[in-house]
Antibody
Framework: EVQLVESGGGLVQPGGSLRLSCAAS????????LNWVRQAPGKGLEWVSY????????YYADSVKGRFTVSRDNAKNSLYLQMNSLRAEDTAIYYC???????????????WGQGALVTVSS | QSVLTQAPSASGTPGQRVTISCSGS????????VNWYQQLPGTAPKLLIY???QRPSGVPDRFSGSKSGTSASLAIGGLQSEDEADYYC???????????FGGGTKLTVL
């Protein structure tokens, strides 16, 4: 069974840092690209970042570029999101999602984690 | 302000057919495939339609997708109470080099 489990969320002050992790199981992790997608309270979905299976291709939304860094460790079946210079508007549930190449390999996400809540507040 | 435009709400009665639209541009829907997600309250999104009209295993054929030019549509036939959810369209955007989502449509089953 495919599983994605996020961890590392919590309360952080504006300007602070946080690192999210996503532990994957049930599939060959190194074969798939992955996305981070967030959802602010009561709002819609917002794509954050994409990383390819080998980490050779990485994309970021303009809203997080220069502040967030995505990475992965295929040996540990894990995806990470390092978030620096956090702002109140970064408050959201952060989901990791597997990119499905039966679709376009980027915007087709066939499995999602349960999400990790990040709250940026003083 | 979302790059893809969806009506904020839609409604229908059980058994009815409803359509949810998603409007984009030449850099996203116009040149790339479209996906649809269903998000039930308090849960993670679920892939409902990919590559414009393909259904993942387990998705009922009551759900169908289409695309014309820079717009896409999700149709739900034989509406059921459990279809009450938020629906999002998504596509790759060649100009932004990123994934763009619609703002979401909240479907109410009356």
């Amino acid at each position: 069974e495919v599983q994605l489990v996020e961890s590392g969320g919590g309360l952080v002050q504006p300007g602070g840092s946080l690192r999210l992790s996503c532990a994957a199981s049930g599939f060959t992790f190194s074969n798939y690209g992955l996305n981070w997608v967030r959802q602010a309270p009561g709002k819609g979905l917002e794509w954050v970042s994409y990383i390819s299976s080998s980490s050779s291709t990485i994309y970021y939304a303009d809203s997080v570029k220069g502040r967030f860094t995505v990475s992965r460790d295929n040996a540990k079946n894990s995806l990470y999101l390092q978030m620096n210079s956090l702002r109140a508007e970064d408050t959201a549930i952060y989901y990791c999602a597997r990119a499905y190449c039966g679709g376009d390999c980027y915007s087709s996400n066939d499995y999602w984690g349960q999400g990790a809540l990040v709250t940026v507040s003083s | 302000q979302s790059v893809l435009t969806q009506a904020p709400s839609a409604s229908g009665t059980p058994g009815q057919r409803v359509t949810i639209s998603c409007s984009g541009s030449s850099s996203n829907i116009g040149s790339n495939t479209v996906n649809w997600y269903q998000q039930l309250p308090g849960t993670a999104p679920k892939l409902l339609i990919y590559s414009i009209y393909q259904r993942p295993s387990g998705v009922p054929d009551r759900f169908s997708g289409s695309k014309s030019g820079t717009s896409a549509s999700l149709a739900i036939g034989g509406l059921q109470s459990e279809d009450e959810a938020d629906y999002y369209c998504a596509a790759w955007d060649d100009s932004l080099n990123g994934v763009v989502f619609g703002g979401g449509t909240k479907l109410t089953v009356l």
